[in-house]
């Protein structure tokens, strides 16, 4: 009984040595226990990251996190200046606000607008950032500040048509907007806002895409084989997607 006792002991002992030495190792030398990524990995790596997913030092600093200065010390030569869409990374100083890990490739890029008001993410303050650009906010929502088309005109459906407003009509969560409704169905001026997409343009428009609809209509007479609710539901067809 004795025995059974001291070497119960013996393992609490153990347990709390280990418990207390681990992590006092690990802030001691800077660096990980070398085998026990293993018990603490919250989830899967991402496929652009999984060169690292059992060198958790190579973007973790124990007892701090993930550490921005490793993010952009691997993502210097990336060209954020270059091109429009992502020319406000090259002022960023905080990465995991809008970039999630060990959630596989669903996480890599969690976009969060509100992030670029905060002005502690930034190298330098908000007003002083070139893109994304800001403007005093009527609505007192930060988000009302944002100048959108300092990053999304470049791929701007409208072509630039409606202006350059785009809270007018869309918010940052989703594009869609509750109670839009498109013009009458039986417009013929499709063009004048959709452009045919490039198999159109091509063998496949009178191979596929006329035998489908049944249609010898030209490119520029959408009306005739589609309708306004979708794209792929093809007028006395319903629904089709040979993608």
Known sequence: MKIANGLYLAFIAIGLLIAAGVPLLVHETDSAVSGWQGLVQPGPISTSHAAFADQCTACHKPHEGVEPTKCIA???????????STQFHAQAKECTS??????????????????????????RRPERVS????????NGDPLSSLNCASCHSNRDPHARLFGQTCSSCHGTDKWQIEGFRHPSVNSTECSQCHQAPPSHYMMHFTM?????????ASVEQCYACHTTDAWNNIRRVGWYDHH
Request: net charge negative; aromatic share 4%.
């Open 98 to 123: 809008c970039h999630v890990e060990h959630e596989g490739d669903a996480g890599i890029v969690r976009m969060d607008h509100a992030a670029l008001v905060l002005g502690d993410l930034w190298a």
């Open 131 to 138: 893109t994304p650009s800001r403007s005093p906010e009527p």
């Open 74 to 84: 691997c993502h210097a030569a990336t060209d954020f200046g270059n091109k429009q």
């Open 208 to 216: 596929v895409s006329q035998r489908v609809a049944g249609e010898k």
